[in-house]
């Protein structure tokens, strides 16, 4: 069996492309039709090619990392460019912080209920990071979604997501550029913040 897979920056250009549930998605990979090497995640069903990354991409996830890390309450954590299992993707967000010990999900990814925030670093994924993924993010609920967007050199913060409705997206939008700090907040509560400047490369 070879899955079809695209390229396409947004999903809504997708057409005559097979569509997975998360099951047949978790299905091919216990069976070995897909591997790590095929550098593929689920986004609305359909099998994607993750984008390639250059160095100001890579360099941005290190120092945002780092600027996170350190201002985690206990009983989070950070996993980088690691899945997510939502109810019709498993996208592979930059980073996402989640709650738990590692060792409490051995047999199963982070669910929606198990992620406080997700990040996006976005250059070149601008436009599918602010159309697909706000949409994929906010059906699943996920409360806070920043996008560190390296092209205008700011921090998109999305919030108030509607959830699972029949156009999902985040009902708030505020923006963060040079000289701002962006609150980090986990279920409600703001428990630091970081200066957008520490974070662009």
């Known amino acids: 069996m070879t899955p079809q897979t695209t390229q396409l920056p947004l999903l809504g250009q997708m057409a005559g492309f097979r569509r997975f549930t998360v099951d047949q998605y978790h299905r091919l990979i216990e069976d070995g039709h897909l591997t790590e090497d095929d550098d593929l995640e689920l986004i609305e069903g359909y099998l994607v090619h993750k984008m390639a990354r250059n160095a100001p991409h890579d360099i941005a996830i290190e120092l945002a990392d780092e600027q996170v890390r350190t201002r985690l309450p206990l009983g989070w954590r950070i996993r980088i460019q690691s899945a997510v ?4 993707s498993e996208p592979e967000p930059d980073i996402a912080i989640v709650r738990g010990a ?8 982070p669910s929606s209920s198990d992620v406080g925030q997700l990040i996006e670093v976005s250059a070149s994924t601008l436009d599918g990071d602010r159309a697909d993924k706000c949409r994929i993010y906010a059906r699943a609920n ?3 979604y920043w996008i560190i967007n390296l092209v205008d050199r700011q921090i998109e913060v999305y919030s108030q997501p509607t959830g ?3 156009a999902p997206a985040y009902a708030n939008r505020q923006d963060y550029r040079s000289g701002d700090s962006v609150p980090l907040v986990l279920d409600g509560v703001t428990v630091g913040a970081i200066a957008v400047d520490d974070v662009m490369p």
């Open 164 to 166: 699972p409705t029949p």
């Open 85 to 88: 299992t939502l109810p019709d």
């Open 102 to 109: 590692a060792r409490s999900r051995s047999q199963r990814h």
């Open 142 to 144: 996920i409360a806070i």
